[in-house]
């Protein structure tokens, strides 16, 4: 059964995509210590512990790696970028076969509370209690592209140039990278000169809502997928409340969400 389990959280095919970016393991310069664990199973213990929301000390042991070394090795690929790379190695995957639709891109923020740690802030909807903002960008069918974490109490509208500075170039069936979309859609909480004139100024075209112009009924034919995007990553429960003290182990666990959420959609092209 534990070998079930983990086939199913690490198929073979994620695996095979994840195996050249994992950072080679460096023995200790004095000698001695432990064995070092597989590296698969330490990522399938990571992929458990953002699945499951269980705290690191209750890792089960029939991933065949301690709670102590899974959590190392999650800090050491998480200080080298691996999940950051993994995000766009899987969505190079899906561009390559033409699965990504660039002829809008769609931005949102979603607040979760945070028991502590950097990155965190009151939260202006939550009687202000101490929460950490997940701001998604995703493409028109709902595909996260990128993803950031900011305080509760950071506008919307700060994560905007962000998010679109950080996209990827990413591969496509014919021709060059691709890192620009056709349109940029978001609510009016994105809405300002300055933001407008910024898109125009990179030939994006802005459709974003003005205040008593566009009704509810025509923002929510697109809305509602940037919203099942935000959805599918908060079925990892790690992700539905904060528990880390770090804001970059926080960001690395929703950075992995983004990419399992993207091979999730590619493993449906090859079955």
Not at 67 to 96: I, M, N, Q, Y
Not at 190 to 199: I, M, R
Not at 212 to 229: Q, V
Not at 250 to 257: D, K, N, S
């Amino acid at each position: 059964m534990a070998v079930d389990l983990a086939r199913e959280l690490v198929p073979d095919g994620l695996w095979k995509i994840v195996a050249p970016l994992i950072p080679p393991f460096r023995p200790r310069q004095q000698g001695g210590g432990t064995v070092p664990v597989a590296d698969r199973k330490v990522f399938t213990a990571v992929v458990y512990v953002l699945s499951s929301g269980c705290a690191w000390r209750y890792l089960p042991p029939t991933f065949g790696t301690s709670p102590s070394t899974a959590h190392r090795r999650f800090t050491t690929w998480t200080k080298a970028g691996l999940w950051r790379r993994l995000h766009r190695a899987v969505l190079d995957e899906l561009g390559a076969r033409g699965k990504l639709d660039w002829t809008s891109a769609i931005i949102d923020a979603a607040s979760v509370r945070a028991k502590r740690g950097s990155l965190t802030g009151p939260n202006p909807v939550d009687r202000g209690k101490k929460g950490s903002k997940l701001h998604v960008l995703s493409e028109v069918q709902g595909i996260p592209l990128a993803v950031a974490v900011s305080g509760a109490n950071v506008h919307d509208s700060q994560a905007f140039k962000p998010l679109l500075l950080g996209l990827p170039a990413i591969r496509s069936r014919r021709g060059p990278r691709r890192r620009r979309p056709v349109k940029v859609r978001a609510d009016k909480a994105y809405l300002s000169a300055e933001h407008l004139a910024w898109l125009r100024s990179r030939r994006l075209i802005p459709r974003i809502a003005r205040p008593g112009i566009e009704s509810g009924e025509r923002l929510g034919r697109h809305r509602w997928k940037i919203e099942r995007s935000i959805a599918w990553l908060f079925g990892y429960r790690r992700l539905a409340v904060r528990y880390e003290r770090k804001g970059s182990h926080f960001l690395a666990f929703l950075g992995l969400a983004a990419a399992l959420t993207c091979y999730k959609k590619l493993a449906k092209l090859t079955t």
